[in-house]
């Protein structure tokens, strides 16, 4: 298996006034034709990590690296536009562009000082539309759609740009249940038949333990770990991540319970004292 993307003591945080420091020394590998899902708890950093290995916020230290060793966080933006395609998780507004149109703008790495589509461009537009199946609402006005329609059709935008590595925060986050399964689906089998190195975040534990190839847990703390779904299961670092109160994640069947506490219970309630 070849790494499409290493992070390599990668500290992530932010700079300002007050620095901070999100997480320090990270050290992962997301692979080539793999589905990795970034999870954590809220504020563990998986934004900052995502916006650090696409080159939108500077690490602290350390660095992330494509397949040929190129660091991203030194790269112009110009060939990371080449190289790396990402949606983050606010539904951009584009005005009154049609979803096709802004499926275009996925090519403007590649087009010449004129700025105009070629023959090439507009069958990599095509592909993209079919590929996330939004075909059907590629003349439709891109503020006319829904949330979840707008999803795809942005998921479109970023396929269109022939990245190596397709980074996403939160993809599923305005789908309906039936949506989320065949998206994630779909991004798995991208990552397969294209050679795409794809790496999300994603709130939906379950299912992103159910569907991913391989998986990232951000701990609170800044804690990283890496594996197979199972790997990082069968390790205790999911439910210690996760688990809360009553709520408990098992890590055979890949499923948040709520443990009602009965079995400690005495099956005869004592009487009442006194
Ligand atoms: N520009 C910024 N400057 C300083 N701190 C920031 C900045 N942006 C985010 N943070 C902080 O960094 C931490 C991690 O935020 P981040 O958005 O990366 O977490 P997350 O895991 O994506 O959270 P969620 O699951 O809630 O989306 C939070 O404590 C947040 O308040």
Redesign the pocket.
């Known amino acids: 298996m070849t790494a499409g993307l290493t992070l390599a003591g990668l500290t ?3 700079r ?1 006034r ?1 620095p ?1 420091t ?1 997480a320090s020394d990270l050290t992962a590998e997301a692979q080539v034709g793999r589905l990795t899902t970034l999870i ?12 650090t290995v696409c080159g939108l ?1 500077r690490p602290l230290s350390g660095s992330a690296l494509l397949a040929d060793g190129t660091d991203v966080t030194r790269m112009r933006p110009a060939r990371l536009a080449r190289r790396i395609a990402t949606v983050g ?1 606010q539904i951009v507004d584009p005005g009154r562009l049609t979803a096709r149109e802004v499926v275009e703008l996925g090519r403007t790495p590649y087009l010449g000082a004129t700025g105009r589509l070629g023959a090439h461009d507009r069958l990599r537009v095509d592909w993209a539309l079919e590929a996330v199946r939004a075909a059907a609402l590629a003349d439709r006005p891109f503020h006319d759609l829904s949330d979840g329609e707008a999803q795809r059709v942005l998921a479109a935008r970023a396929l269109a740009q022939d990245p190596e590595l397709l980074v996403l ?2 993809p599923t986050s305005h789908l309906d249940a039936p949506s989320r399964v065949e998206f994630l689906d779909l991004l798995s089998t991208l990552a397969r038949e294209q050679r795409l190195t794809v790496l999300v ?1 994603s ?1 939906e534990l379950e299912l992103a333990m159910r569907l991913s190839d391989a998986i990232w847990l ?1 701990a609170p703390g800044g804690v990283m770990h890496t594996g197979t779904p199972l790997d990082v299961a069968s390790s205790g670092a999911v439910s210690a991540a996760f688990d809360r109160g009553r709520l408990r994640f098992d890590p055979d069947r890949f499923v948040f319970e709520v443990k009602d506490g009965s079995s400690q219970r005495p099956a005869v309630e004592p009487p009442p004292a006194g």
């Open positions: 992530i945080g932010y300002g007050r901070v999100i954590g708890p809220n504020g563990a950093g998986k934004s900052t990590l995502l916006r916020e998780t925060d939160e975040s709130h951000l």
